[in-house]
């Protein structure tokens, strides 16, 4: 192995997102071949141009709502009512349900096709995109800014928000793509902020006196504050955990981010037609100047949310808590300090510009250090075993999302704001590197039975990683299936090297 | 000694014909005994999950929420003051035969409310979420002669990370590997330092029937869970997850202790309904793991924990925020249940944590070292200095298990 090759594999491999078919061949300048890609941007190749976008994705689910709820009659209780307990709701209310049920049912056949379009798309686009380095940071950001669908409200939209506040952003400023992501409907929804109402906000009095009219103590019915968003957003999505900030903090972030809703199923109602997204509530917002690590906010609308995110997007702290999360992507789960250092300084020095901080890594020699490699996680392996065989998932990506699933990293849904672990350690183990071989079995059925000649099949996707023991493997394979399936669940196609 | 693993390593896949797990002498260990750790992840609401029923604060802060023995859905009673949320069917059984304990009002020594950092110190064992790269359940095991574990789970649990031997399983895809793709794969997983080992290990697991007949398969029908609508069992779901480790752990030369966890117990709204189906979930998985660890049952300790509890007052979506004392639960043929335990701190006013959480009165780690000590017989000088470093302040709470025994 030389020492070009081996940064060849590396820009291909661990900056991208593994080989295509001649793709290491092409590349002559790996440093040059990344940098062109952040000059492209996100392309997409117009393969979501037939996707929906969110505010069609809140139109639908608003039909539904609304037709839910012209079946909410009847005489159940309000406890028996979320429980969904139709064994003590009335004949009528049975009746009802199985109605209901039917009524549904287009709407749940709806969402199923358009959740297996979205993930057709993505699939497609990382198979065969000729910038994988932005596609690789696409990933990573959505991971950042994760959003888990096993919150049934938000799972319509987590891939949207993938689409349309990361893809945009990505070689732009990470203070632009952090505003886009906490005013995107995903978030909002996920992290339970579209109905975080402030105490003192006219909504909120409102809704107290009313309630202390009718005597009712039920505060579940009371517009109330949610910290979820405020929380998450300042430990995981910028100034990280450690950067010093209390409970205080978080509460009156999340004053300041009350009203950050979407339009609400009756904005739908009669004829309405709202224009956007994301809707500012301004009747739902904390009245009131606000005190964020140290400074003060004066009391506004929106923008008092917006001018503290931009203020945390501006931190020390963010920057280096971004810079050692992408130096852990890119290089290794522990990564030289120096290099972190290094991209933090250029991350504050141009604006919190994301290209800033690639090019910085791009240009450091740790990154490209001959130890520096990362096991695949999951989505990794599949897609570059995707990309390697040229799997066309003809709008069928069923089995793609079942084996990610069964290795253990469903597609949006790592149950977790903190998104999926990005620690290599934590992803090798028995029962994963046995699923491993077993996808890889599952995955060589897919490959279309070309004129491949397996040996050099192999050659061209591993290049200088391919050893002599592999390919030795690889040439006793009895078919070119079996060829394929020995060179997915060969350890040598299982790092990022 | 050669291993197990290390036999099978060496040898072809055709002949790897043994058990995976090695079989323990009774004199080796002291005794025979089991233990589960449920990991319930998002922070399970402890006032929802046992209701103070009794506690005159109860009604007023939870409002329609709140849950009693004389409601038309009747938690089960305990105690004049607590009860079991309507769904613990299964658990309710068993805390009348005394294999069953609630305890009230306990948190981990970490009350920040994060739960990526409180669940980092549940699994760490340590009051710092960084305190700790290993998890307290991989040291206990290192700490037990001959001790080896099972994480029911498809990626290592940070609590079961560390030196001890501890096996990952998860329920597996349907394909079948060519044997002699294996037999290629061999030599070359041999000869790459980072993945020899858990390859090695992956093999040899296979020669051993994974999954116990009786255990809750994926994709047949769900208990009853109050809410009138059929649900399959999901692959990762905690009956079919307890079901196997109960399966591997019944075995007479099965693993001593297992690792299970659970997600989506995050409830900021809409609660009721989460929670119902959430506990149903839990009490069938403690059902499924009763059956299918079969005679050893009486010998097994289960604790099931979460990494906090949530704010005592409803918020304004229907549901409750990250807090601080929860409830954490106690199963098994060996316990000394049928009781709640913990000092209940009150939820009238001037008596929450900062005006908002059920105060945490139990630290976790009094709970983990008194089961550790007098049912695995681990050394209590080991559990100050290992399993659970710093935790002087955390008495081993007594007169948990019912069998118990001493260290060997």
Same mark, same amino acid.
Request: charged share 20%; net charge neutral.
């Given at each position: ?497 | ?234 692959? @990762? ?5 307890? +079901? ?5 752990? !019944?075995?007479?030369? #099965?693993? &001593? =202790? $297992? ?59 229907? @549901? ?5 004392? +929860? ?5 098994? !043929?060996?316990?000394? #249940?049928? &009781? =709640? $335990? ?67």
């Amino acid at each position: 192995m030389n020492a070009s090759g081996n940064d060849v594999t590396a820009a291909v491999n661990r900056f991208g997102l593994g080989a295509k078919p001649g793709e290491l061949a092409s590349v002559h300048d790996p440093r040059a071949w990344l940098n062109a890609q952040l000059a492209r941007g996100a392309d997409d190749g117009n393969a979501f141009a037939d996707l929906p976008g969110s505010l069609d994705y809140l139109r639908e689910e608003a039909q539904l709502q609304m037709t839910r709820r012209t079946f909410k009659q009847g005489d159940r209780g309000r406890r028996a009512f979320l429980l969904g307990d139709m064994q003590s709701a009335s004949q009528d209310g049975q009746a009802n349900a199985a109605a209901l049920k039917q009524a549904l049912k287009p709407y749940r056949q709806e969402t199923r096709k358009e959740l297996l379009a979205e993930a057709a798309a993505r699939y497609q686009v990382t198979t065969v995109s000729d910038t994988p380095f932005v596609e690789r940071l696409v990933r990573f950001w959505s991971n950042h800014f994760a959003v888990s669908v096993d919150k049934r409200s938000a799972r319509l939209f987590a891939a949207p928000m993938e689409r349309e506040a990361i893809r945009p952003h990505v070689t732009g400023r990470f203070a632009d793509m952090l505003l886009a992501v906490e005013t995107h409907p995903a978030m909002l929804l996920y992290l339970d902020n579209v109905r975080s109402v402030g105490p003192n906000s006219l909504l909120g009095r409102r809704t107290a006196m009313r309630l202390a009219r009718k005597g009712d103590m039920d505060q579940g019915k009371a517009g109330g504050l949610n910290e979820n968003l405020g929380r998450e957003a300042m430990e995981l999505h910028t100034v990280g955990v450690n950067a010093g900030y209390t409970q205080a903090d978080v509460i009156e972030f999340s004053r300041a981010l009350t009203g950050w809703s979407v339009p609400y199923p009756r904005d739908f109602a009669n004829g309405g037609q709202p224009q956007s997204a994301f809707v500012f509530r301004a009747n739902a917002h904390e009245p009131g100047a606000r005190h964020v690590m140290g400074k003060t906010f004066a009391a506004g609308g929106l923008e008092q949310g917006s001018d503290i995110l931009q203020f945390l997007a501006r931190q020390p702290a963010t920057a280096r808590h971004l810079s050692l999360q992408l130096a852990q992507h890119f290089v290794s789960d522990h990564p030289p300090q120096s290099l972190v250092e290094r991209m933090a300084k250029s991350y504050l020095e141009h604006d919190t510009d994301l290209a800033a901080v690639y090019r910085t890594l791009i240009a450091s020699p740790e990154a490209w250090d001959a130890e520096a490699r990362k096991f695949k996680t999951p989505q990794d392996f599949v897609i570059s075993s995707l990309r390697a065989a040229q799997i066309g998932l003809d709008g069928r990506p069923q089995p793609v999302l079942a084996l990610l699933k069964d290795l253990g990293e469903p597609v949006f849904n790592p149950r977790s704001p903190a998104g999926f672990t990005d620690n290599s350690a934590n992803w090798i183990d028995a029962d994963g590197l046995w699923k491993r071989v077993q996808a890889a079995e599952a995955l060589s059925a897919y490959v279309a039975q070309s004129n491949h000649v397996p040996l050099a099949f192999a050659q061209d996707i591993l290049g200088p990683l391919l050893d002599e023991d592999t390919a030795q493997a690889i040439r006793r394979a009895e078919s070119a299936r079996q060829a394929h399936a020995t060179l997915f669940a060969s350890p040598a196609f299982q790092w990022r090297a | 000694m050669l291993t197990r693993r290390q036999f099978l390593a060496n040898s072809a896949i055709g002949a790897a014909t043994l058990m995976i797990w090695p079989k323990l002498t009774l004199a080796a260990t002291g005794s025979d005994t089991r233990f589960l750790f449920v990991l319930l992840r998002g922070g399970l609401d402890g006032l929802e999950s046992v209701p103070p029923y009794g506690d005159p604060g109860y009604p007023a802060i939870r409002g329609a929420l709140a849950l009693s023995p004389s409601a038309q859905e009747p938690a089960h009673k305990l105690d004049n003051v607590f009860a079991l949320h309507p769904s613990f069917d299964y658990a309710a059984q068993l805390y009348v035969q005394g294999q069953f304990m609630p305890v009230v009002a306990a948190a981990p020594p970490y009350w920040g409310r994060s739960h990526f950092q409180a669940q980092n110190c549940v699994e760490n064992g340590t009051a710092k979420p960084d305190g700790a790269q290993t998890g307290w359940l991989n040291r206990c095991i290192a700490s037990m002669p001959g001790g080896e574990g099972l994480a029911c789970a498809a990626v290592m649990p940070l609590t079961m990370r560390g030196t001890a031997k501890v096996e990952t399983w998860s329920p597996p895809l349907p394909t079948d590997v060519n044997p002699i793709l294996l037999q290629r794969l061999q030599p070359l997983y041999a000869a790459d330092a980072s993945l020899a080992a858990p390859f090695a290990r992956a093999v040899a697991q296979q020669t051993d029937s994974p999954v116990p007949d009786n255990a809750v398969k994926p994709g047949a029908d769900m208990p009853a869970d109050g809410s009138g609508r059929p649900r399959k069992q999901k692959a @990762g779901g905690l009956p079919v997850m307890m +079901g196997a480790a109960g399966g591997f752990m !019944g075995k007479v030369d #099965g693993p &001593r =202790v $297992a690792f299970v966890e659970d997600d989506g117990w995050d409830t900021h709204a809409n609660e009721a309904a989460i929670v119902t189906r959430k506990i149903a979930e839990l009490d069938a998985g403690v059902r499924a793991f009763h059956q299918s660890i079969g005679a050893m049952w009486g010998r097994t300790v289960v604790i099931v924990a979460t990494e906090f509890g949530r704010t005592a007052h409803i918020n304004g979506t229907g @549901g409750t925020d990250h807090g601080t004392g +929860g409830s954490m639960f106690l199963a098994g !043929g060996a316990l000394r #249940g049928g &009781r =709640v $335990a913990g000092n209940w701190p009150g939820i009238g006013s001037g008596e929450l944590y900062q005006n908002r959480d059920v105060h945490a009165t139990t630290d976790f780690r009094s709970v983990f070292k008194g089961v550790l000590a007098a049912h695995l017989g681990v050394a209590e000088s080991l559990l100050e200095s290992r399993v659970f470093p710093d935790s002087q302040g955390a008495e081993a709470l007594g007169n948990l298990v019912a069998s118990g025994r001493a260290a060997a």
